[in-house]
């Protein structure tokens, strides 16, 4: 399977905790994006990468969260000291930047916080 | 960032074309219109995007206005495997998409 995938799909955790979430995109795509979509919403735009560096990040994305994609492949996002508000869908997804305008999604990972 | 409006929800019957509308009386000039849809349980799906012209793919077709304030979606012959959310965004080339709250395709047998 070539498309974007996501690790893992659901995590529970409880209200304090750190949690970390991976993306791979499609190979040889160089943008990475990062969603957050909550039950009856659509997707909210949190950050996206071009290869290593982050050009964007929303003021969604409070101080608790942070990611990386340190060698332009794969990314992680982490939420330090999870809120129940965190509960929620993280999507990943992946372009050609320029060279291409669809953005693939991958199957995303549902966080819920206890 | 410029702002879509769309119906929150539409039904069809199966094998009936689908015309979604979607309104975007701010659109600035570098701004493509894209669709995306989503079904249940799943990531978003990319349908078409377009700029200026009409635009045909295999999965639908975009209409777009000559003013560029709004644009339709057109889905030939709806399936049951259409029911989905269905987002109308415009970005700039390459750049983040911004969703609305899209509009509920519900598709009757």
């Known amino acids: 399977d070539t498309g974007v995938s996501q690790d893992p799909r659901h995590k529970i955790t409880k209200r304090g905790q750190n949690v970390t979430f991976r993306c791979d995109p499609i190979s040889e795509h160089n943008r990475l994006y990062w969603y957050r979509q909550t039950l009856g919403q659509g997707p909210e735009f949190l950050t996206y990468?071009?290869?290593?560096?982050?050009?964007?990040k929303s003021r969604l994305l409070s101080d608790r969260f942070s990611a990386e994609r340190p060698k332009g492949s794969f990314s992680t996002l982490e939420i330090q000291r999870t809120e129940q508000g965190d509960s929620a869908m993280y999507l990943c997804?992946?372009?050609?930047?320029?060279?291409?305008?669809?953005?693939?999604f991958g199957p995303g990972t549902r966080l819920t916080v206890l | 960032d410029a702002k879509t409006t769309q119906p929150n929800s539409m039904e069809s019957n199966e094998e009936e074309p689908v015309h979604l509308p979607c309104n975007h009386s701010t659109i600035s000039g570098t701004d493509y219109i894209h669709w995306y849809r989503q079904l249940p349980s799943q990531g978003p799906e990319y349908v078409i995007h377009?700029?200026?012209s009409n635009v045909n793919n295999r999965m639908a077709s975009l209409a777009i206005a000559e003013d560029r304030k709004s644009s339709t979606l057109i889905l030939h012959r709806a399936t049951l495997r259409d029911a989905a959310v269905y987002y109308c965004i415009l970005s700039w080339q390459g750049g983040k998409l911004i969703f609305g709250q899209g509009t509920e395709l519900s598709v009757k047998p």
């Open positions: 377009g700029l200026t």
């Open positions: 990468f071009q290869n290593e560096a982050q050009l964007e």
């Open positions: 997804a992946s372009s050609l930047g320029r060279k291409g305008l669809e953005q693939f």
